[in-house]
């Protein structure tokens, strides 16, 4: 399909930062914004079903990460990625993370990668995210 576009990353939570509310507390109140996402039978830009969050903690010694997974793809998304990113954000307002990491590659203007990190070094939800650093980085294809 020429006009393809798919967009795929991940959201952390580094539960080592914050641990000031338990870590099933945090996963439940992460997988509750994404449950209230709308279905894909709906067809939105954001769905509940293309993302996959993590049952259990990942345990790196004294570390704990959660990684929350997501991807899908689109018929020319760029064209409403303002939109998308909205949404996206909205859905990060709601969510306990540390970073948010989104790939965009599209068939007309190539690769994109946006990231998020929050000033506090962490993002608790319903709090103002202060400036999130938001970095566009084009990849050239060489087709």
Not at 120 to 137: K, N, Q, S, V, Y
Request: charged share 20%; aromatic share 10%; net charge negative.
């Amino acid at each position: 399909m020429a006009n393809e576009s798919v967009v795929y990353g991940c959201i952390t939570d580094m539960i080592y930062l914050d641990d000031s509310v338990d870590i099933d507390s945090r996963r439940a109140i992460n997988r509750g914004a994404m449950a209230h996402l709308p279905s894909v039978e709906d067809w939105p830009l954001l769905c509940r079903e293309m993302f996959s969050a993590p049952q259990q903690a990942v345990d790196l010694g004294s570390c704990q990460t959660d990684v929350i997974h997501f991807g899908s793809s689109y018929k020319g998304v760029e064209h409403e990625w303002s939109n998308w990113i909205k949404q996206f954000e909205s859905l990060l307002d709601k969510m306990y993370w540390a970073t948010a990491t989104v790939h965009l590659q599209t068939a007309f203007s190539g690769s994109h990668t946006f990231l998020w990190q929050p000033e506090a070094g962490i993002h608790r939800p319903g709090e103002a995210g202060g400036h999130l650093r938001c970095e566009w980085i084009k990849e050239d294809s060489l087709s």
